[in-house]
């Protein structure tokens, strides 16, 4: 079998300092675990702009288009913030998103029980919950067309469009029951179809690659109701399916039950590939946070979590996956906090090789 291969790109701000880490786990797995990836590393947002002039160059484009992942930081920051529009970090970030087609959007909201008090929820609310939400990611009312503002009589109009094939519905869907039968085996999908049209297509799509999936236990839920219900009792929920506008919504929502923006990871999928692994790109959510950068505060976790759907998802290593997040977990449990995690009097914060160091030393303890 050839070496799995993964193209890394810390971009900007705190991205490369949370990579480093990343990279530590990477080399403890090859090490400790025979795990090897063949890494290659690359430049993209504005330490691309500052040396090629563009945000990705085409050969990095290019290299993402043929690794089996892309393990991406961060992008951004202030010093960018005056260039034209066509060449802000940020592009580079859509640019891969577009290009490689991924089309379905992981975010798991998983609560280490170490951090229940952290969620602004009751503890039993949240405490072991773990949900996944998988948001369509390349259409809807983002990309629907006709979209502008325009002039009618004596006023303007602000025009988006919402527009869902039944293709697209259909392998976001796959995707979601997929995901599914390795978990819970439920799956909740929301829409609005009570006064959309995209959301009674959406709905009869999705119940219609139900049938190929018995045993999963489908649901549908209104987007409004289903905010509500998130917030109200989410362990409820295993994997939620929805639209690019919900899940936009939803996902940052459900996130922020489970704590900091330094814990949490994504995964963007796209189609399968030749070797049958899909396109995909894994990144944490949080941006290149300028207001910390340098200072070695960033918490890594979110980032090295990133690196574990990457295991789970598109490498095949489910058992891997869980060791790594079994490992951040027994850290946390320790009580090892980066600065923002910080809350309980008395805790020094580590710094992030800190934390880097206290999650190997789990992994060592793992074997
Ligand atoms: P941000 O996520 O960078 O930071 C928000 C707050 O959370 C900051 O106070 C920051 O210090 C803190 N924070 C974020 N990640 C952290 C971590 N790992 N550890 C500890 N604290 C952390 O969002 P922002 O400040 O709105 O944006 C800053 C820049 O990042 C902007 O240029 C923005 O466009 C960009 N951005 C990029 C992405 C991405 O690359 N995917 C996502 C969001 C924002």
Request: charged fraction near 25%.
């Amino acid at each position: 079998m050839t070496t799995p291969s993964l193209l890394i790109l810390p971009g900007d701000g705190i991205g490369p300092e949370v990579m480093a880490e990343v990279r530590r786990v990477i080399d403890w797995y090859g090490d400790k675990r025979g795990l090897k990836f063949d890494v290659s590393e690359d430049l993209v947002g504005g330490a691309a702009y500052d040396v090629h002039g563009t945000p990705l160059h085409d050969d990095t484009m290019a290299k993402a288009q043929e690794v089996d992942a892309v393990l991406l930081g961060a992008v951004g920051g202030p010093k960018y913030d005056v260039l034209d529009f066509s060449v802000k970090p940020e592009r580079g970030l859509l640019r891969l998103r577009k290009e490689m087609d991924l089309f379905a959007n992981l975010r798991p909201a998983q609560c280490f029980d170490a951090l229940a008090d952290f969620s602004s929820l009751k503890k039993d609310v949240v405490a072991g919950l773990d949900i996944m939400i998988v948001r369509e990611l390349t259409s809807g009312i983002y990309f629907g067309e006709p979209r502008g503002i325009f002039t009618e009589g004596n006023e303007r109009v602000g025009i988006n469009t919402q527009r869902y094939t039944e293709s697209e519905i259909d392998r976001v869907a796959r995707n979601a029951f997929e995901l599914a039968m390795k978990r819970g085996r439920k799956l909740c999908s929301m829409e609005k179809a009570n006064v959309m049209e995209s959301g009674i297509l959406w709905r009869e799509v999705v119940t219609k690659v139900g049938e190929d999936y018995p045993e999963v236990e489908l649901s549908h839920m209104y987007a409004d109701a289903g905010a509500m219900q998130l917030c109200r009792w989410p362990k409820q929920f295993d994997v939620i399916v929805t639209d690019n506008l919900f899940g936009d919504l939803l996902s940052d929502a459900a996130a922020m039950l489970t704590g900091s923006l330094g814990m949490l990871p994504s995964a963007s999928l796209g189609a399968p590939m030749e070797n049958g692994r899909p396109k995909a790109m894994y990144e944490p959510v949080h941006g290149s946070a300028p207001d910390i950068a340098g200072q070695g505060k960033a918490n890594p976790i979110a980032c090295i979590l990133s690196f574990a759907m990457a295991l789970r998802y598109s490498f095949d290593q489910g058992a891997e996956a869980d060791r790594l997040e079994a490992a951040i977990n027994a850290v946390l449990e320790k009580g090892v906090r980066t600065a923002d995690l910080l809350g309980e009097e008395g805790v020094t914060p580590v710094s992030t090789a800190g934390m880097g160091d206290a999650i190997l030393a789990a992994l060592d303890e793992s074997l």
